[in-house]
C-alpha cells in the first residue's frame, strides 16, 4: 500500500533547488531534486539512493535516514513515516484490535452537549453519541468518514471546507497504510476509494502524510446552517487503536446555539426531520436562517423543552 521507494520520489519533487544551494538552470526537466542531487547532499552514493529509490536497497541506516530527513525537508510525521517505511521489512506490524469496551459507549454517551465518535485507523466509526448521529443524519454504526467524503451521495455537502477535509483523509489514510501494510481491510478500502474517486486518486499519488489532532472542523448541516467546531482527538490508552472524537463549538457562538438547536429539535419529537437529510444537500441559505434572527428564538425554544 506504501513504500519507502514511492515516498522518496514524491519527496524529492517538492524541494525546490534553489533552496538546497543549487544554481537556477532553465534546462532543468525535472520538477524538485534530481537523485544525484539528493545523494551528494545526503552524503551517500548515487548508486545506493538509486537503489533505494528503486526498492532494491533495504534497511538503510538511522545515519542515512537523518540526513535524507534533513535534505527532503520533512516535518516530524513525514519523518516519523520514513522510519517506519523503512523498518517494514525488517518486522510484521500487527492491525490494531479495534475492540469497543462496552464502558467507553457509556463515557461516550456523557457528551451530550457536543457530537462525539469512536473511530479506528481505517476511519470507521465504532460508535457515536446521539448529536453525532443527529450532525450526520444517520446511524454512526457501519459509518466510515473517507467513504462518506469520497463516495457517497451528498456526503460532500456536509462538509463545508471539503476540500481541506479530503486531503486530512487522504493524509491519514497514507499514514495508516506506512502503520499497518498488511491490513487487508485498510488495502481493500483504498483500493475501494481509489477506484471510485479520481480527486482520490490524485491526492493519493502526493504520498503526503498527516497527523490531525485537533483543528477546525466546519459542517453545513441543511437544517441549522453553519457549524464552526473544533475538533480535538484522543487516543485510547488500549490497544485497540481506536480514537475518541470530540467536535465542541466556542461558548456563546452561533455554532453552540445551532447544536443546541439540533439536540432541541430531536428532544421535540423532530428526530424524523433531521435523520437522513444530513449530506443530501439541502438549501445552504434556507440552513443559515435557521441559524440567523429566526432560529435564535428556534434555539430558545428548543432548550427550554431539554
Not at 85 to 90: M, S, V
Not at 166 to 172: L, N, Q, S
Not at 250 to 255: D, H, Q
Request: hydrophobic share 40%; proline share 4%.
Amino acid at each position: 500500500m506504501d513504500d519507502l521507494a514511492g515516498f522518496l520520489r514524491t519527496r524529492r519533487s517538492r524541494v525546490d533547488p534553489a533552496d538546497a544551494g543549487i544554481p537556477a538552470d532553465s534546462r532543468r526537466r525535472v520538477q524538485g531534486l534530481r537523485r544525484e542531487e539528493v545523494a551528494h547532499l545526503s552524503g551517500v552514493s548515487v548508486d545506493y539512493y538509486v537503489r533505494l529509490e528503486q526498492g532494491r536497497a533495504t534497511q538503510p541506516s538511522e545515519q542515512v535516514l537523518d540526513a535524507l530527513a534533513r535534505v527532503l525537508r520533512l516535518d516530524d510525521t513525514e519523518r516519523e513515516h520514513l522510519y517506519r517505511l523503512a523498518r517494514q521489512r525488517r518486522r510484521k506490524v500487527k492491525s490494531p484490535t479495534g475492540r469497543l469496551r462496552p464502558e467507553l459507549a457509556r463515557v461516550l454517551d456523557l457528551i451530550v452537549d457536543a457530537p462525539a465518535m469512536i473511530v479506528d485507523h481505517r476511519l470507521d466509526v465504532a460508535t457515536g453519541n446521539r448529536l453525532a448521529e443527529l450532525l450526520y443524519g444517520r446511524p454512526m454504526r457501519g459509518l466510515n468518514t473517507a467513504r462518506h467524503i469520497f463516495l457517497e451521495e451528498g456526503g460532500r455537502g456536509l462538509y463545508a471546507d471539503w476540500e481541506q477535509c479530503t486531503r486530512d483523509v487522504v493524509g491519514h489514510l497514507r499514514l495508516a497504510a506506512g502503520k499497518y501494510p498488511d491490513d487487508p481491510r485498510l488495502a481493500a478500502l483504498i483500493g475501494e476509494l481509489a477506484m471510485g474517486s479520481e480527486r482520490f486518486r490524485r491526492l493519493w499519488a502526493r504520498a503526503d502524510v498527516r497527523a490531525r489532532t485537533h483543528g477546525r472542523k466546519a459542517y453545513r448541516h441543511p437544517l441549522v446552517g453553519e457549524l464552526e467546531l473544533h475538533q480535538e482527538n484522543f487516543a485510547l490508552p488500549d490497544e485497540s487503536g481506536l480514537e475518541l472524537l470530540v467536535l465542541s463549538a466556542a461558548p456563546g457562538s452561533p455554532s453552540a446555539d445551532g447544536l443546541r438547536l439540533l439536540a432541541g429539535l430531536d428532544a421535540g419529537g423532530d428526530a424524523h426531520a433531521v435523520r437522513g437529510v444530513s449530506g443530501a444537500g439541502g438549501d445552504r441559505h434556507a440552513g443559515q436562517g435557521a441559524s440567523g434572527a429566526g432560529g435564535d428564538a428556534r434555539v430558545e425554544r428548543a432548550a427550554a423543552r431539554r
